[in-house]
């Protein structure tokens, strides 16, 4: 059996949100997919891996072990492991990035993860909403994906970011939450239309909020968040014939009784739910309360608060079912109403 004498096929990215166990597994069964790493080659000891990647021994242990139950690797007692074959079911390998991480956005990760099982490999990455850091991210991740998943989101430049994503090839492309104009050619996408999302969920709740004046949106002046929410909240205001007001700071805005507050942010809830107890206003009565992104949270605060929402477990489920089937489709995720007792 012949040893590597250098690990070049090992590979692990500090700035990636994968798992490093993963990533160590991830780079042999790439080593091995590339010839680099042929049956018999005997691969570092645990040790060894763990003094050159400065890493603990459990993590480089649970990689081997991850490989050794797919029958990559094998080990012999007093001679360490090795690289048992090379006719693998190789996954798919998948570059996902998340502009930021949430309650929901959890939800839509383990739906993708799940569905994806042993299928497919992730190498998870956060860029922050910074269109700088997701350039240099993506940058440094070209050719070395079958596919590349974006939710993109940013909060400034983004009207950019279509040049960048043009470069990926479409058919690796996926494009997860929202639709970016600009993109071009034939990918996949899992989406929310924002502007009609709001208009028919408010709609639906109308009969509640017809004991309600004003309808107040709070929406910071620097944020992600799609324009079209604003459209279409908007849109619906003037069509039922509200008062209505787009709040950049919750902090300073008045709160009074008749009104009813949609929120985006999960920091602005907890202000404004400070502000309207400290008030000693009723919710559901007084005033009202519609939070964005269903959380399980959400069904306790306040006797529950009322919440728009997309179904995440069908996009994340949705994105992965897209890749697996090679899908180019452009699929419009359910949108959800859940009445609570903050209306």
């Known amino acids: 059996m012949a040893r590597k004498q250098t690990p070049q096929y090992l590979k692990i990215d500090f700035h990636s949100a994968n798992p490093k166990y993963l990533q160590l597994a991830n780079s042999i069964i790439n080593g091995i997919n590339e010839g680099v790493l042929k049956p018999g080659d005997l691969l570092l000891s645990i040790n060894e ?6 890493i603990s021994r459990d993590t480089a242990e649970k990689a081997y072990n991850y490989l050794k139950k797919a029958g990559v690797i094998g080990s012999v007692r007093g001679k360490g492991y090795f690289v048992k074959t090379r006719d693998l079911d190789l996954p798919v390998k998948i570059c996902l990035f998340f502009n930021k991480l949430s309650a929901h ?10 569905a994806l099982g042993k299928k497919a490999t992730i190498d998870f990455y956060i860029y922050n909403n910074d269109l700088s850091l997701f350039k240099d991210l993506l940058n440094t991740k070209k050719d070395d994906y079958d596919y590349y998943v974006i939710i993109p989101h940013f909060l400034e430049g983004g009207e950019n970011a279509h040049v960048l994503i043009n470069t990926i090839p479409k ?4 494009l997860m939450d929202k639709l970016l104009p600009g993109v071009t050619g034939t990918y996949a996408a899992v989406y929310e239309n924002f502007g009609r ?3 028919e969920a408010l709609e639906l709740a109308n009969t509640h909020l017809e004991k309600y004046h004003t309808l107040k949106i709070i929406f ?20 039922y014939a509200y008062n209505f007001l ?7 805005e008045p709160i009074n009784a008749g009104e009813t507050f949609i929120n985006l942010m999960e920091d602005d809830l907890v202000i404004l739910i400070e502000r309207i107890l400290a008030q000693n206003l009723e919710v559901g009565k007084d005033i009202g309360v519609i939070s964005y992104n269903e959380t399980p949270l959400k069904k306790i605060i306040l006797n529950g608060i009322t919440t728009i929402s997309s179904d995440f477990e069908v996009m994340g489920r949705k994105t992965a079912e897209a890749i697996l089937d090679r899908s180019t489709e452009h699929f419009e995720v359910p949108f959800h109403l859940t009445l609570r007792a903050s209306l």
């Open 49 to 54: 891996i763990s003094n050159e990647f400065d």
């Open 105 to 114: 956005k959890k939800i839509m990760y383990d739906a993708f993860a799940e």
């Open 171 to 174: 058919e690796k492309l996926v």
């Open 197 to 199: 999302n709001i208009y």
């Open 220 to 239: 910071p002046a620097y944020t992600y968040y799609p324009k079209e929410i604003i459209e279409g909240f908007k849109r619906f205001c003037h069509q």
């Open 246 to 252: 787009i709040v950049h700071d919750i902090k300073s």
